[in-house]
């Protein structure tokens, strides 16, 4: 699952003891393995070798400019959502022919630096944004491709509402009934070639049988469109392939490759995956510092000097990570991280933030281990979407980044200081207005 093991009751990253650590970089602080990193996309590359296919790893689930050169150096592409994503990309040395740039709102901006980038693809959201990328394209006298977004009407039941995208409501993307008449309106555009059928239907999917259901219906759409005469030579599955907030709860990255590889094998296809957060889930804890302990009615709080500020994921999605001291009796050390641990000498806690908002919670009446101020929390599975989706709300600063290779530790993103913070605001510039 991941190199952050209990060794005699101490949590370490990898070879580094997390309570020397911390004592070097302080709370509240990520802290990345690049062992798990690295790992997670060589095994998931071994997993679907077969067919060869071109990773784009996802950006947006952890955005760590020294994280995306390792993935970059073992040849992975980048599946982007934003011009400053893109720039990240290039920053880290990937290949732009292997990058896909997504999201329904592309600026012109952002379109003419993907076009001059020469990426792989843009994922088509609408007709509207064809048109768009197809008139600046043509404006810079270049060509450049495309890979329409179908939505198959898919969704895992166990995905979060706000997190299903398959779905014909969403906004993500066309249905298939209109994908056939976007090809006949623009399937021979010379300045936007849309040449791929792009798909994504969320994240997490815990059963590669959602994935199943999905290819099959764009395989259908392809064959109608290649029968029609258009040039269809990619399909994009997307990612949301599941990461173990629990131990044992996402299927193998061989259970998905066993299922998609037969399907798409020998259809003539390149084939493309967006992997984000099973590839950087697992390497990423966040160790936060017990500041308080509180007793509400019958509830025990331990409040800590994290929040929803840098982890929002349990904020707005109920999302389950499990929590625990980074130093322990032995007999409370963890074999298994679940929701409610059979372990002696637990009480129910909750565990919650600073931040002057009631959703500021971490955990809900969680077994855990009895802890006091000054003692540290370990959230577990936090390298996806924690750091990017942090915030300066309550005018906090940036925690920093680390990340362990071995017995060795490197800050990646220092820890913001309050000057920092404000520095945008401390010159002042006038606007010239023109009527």
Known sequence: MDDFQYRNGQLFAEEVNINDLVASVGTPAYIYSKRTLTSHYDRLTEAF???????????????????????????????????????????????????????????????????????????IESEAEFENIAAIAQKMGKTTHAALRVNPDVADPRTHAKTTTGK??????VDIERAKQFFKSYGHNPHCRPTAIHLHIGSPIYSPEP?????????????????????????????????????GQSPAWTEYAQAIIPLVKDKGLKIILEPGRTIS???????TEVQYLKTGGSKK?????????????????????????TQVDPTQQPAKRTESPDLPGLEL?????????????????????????????????????GMVMASHYNTNPFPPEVLVDGDQATIIRRRETYEELVEAEQQTQPVAIYS
């Open 49 to 123: 070798k077969e067919i060869d296919p071109i990773i784009c790893y996802s950006i947006k689930s952890c955005s760590n400019l020294h994280l995306c050169k390792l993935l970059a150096e073992r040849g992975s592409g980048m599946d982007v959502v934003s011009g400053g994503e893109l720039y990240r990309a290039q920053l880290a040395g990937a290949d732009m022919s292997k990058v896909v740039f997504a999201g329904v709102g592309k600026t012109d901006a952002e379109i003419k630096q993907g076009i001059d980038a020469q990426i792989g693809y843009f994922n």
């Open 168 to 173: 014909k409501e969403t906004k993500f993307g």
């Open 211 to 247: 994935y199943v259901q999905a290819i099959k219906k764009a395989l259908l759409l392809i064959n109608d469109l290649r029968a029609d005469g258009f040039t269809i030579d990619a399909l994009d599955i997307g990612g949301g392939f599941a990461a173990d907030y629990e131990t």
């Open 281 to 287: 889930a697992n390497a990423g804890i966040l160790v």
């Open 301 to 325: 709080f331990v409040i800590v000097d994290t929040g929803m500020h840098h982890l929002i994921r349990p904020a707005m999605y109920e999302a389950f990570h499990f929590i625990w001291p």
């Open 349 to 385: 806690t909750d565990v919650v933030g600073p931040v002057c908002e009631s959703s500021d919670v971490f955990a809900k009446q969680r077994p855990m281990p009895p802890v006091q101020r000054g003692d540290l929390l370990a959230i577990f599975t936090a390298g996806a979407y």
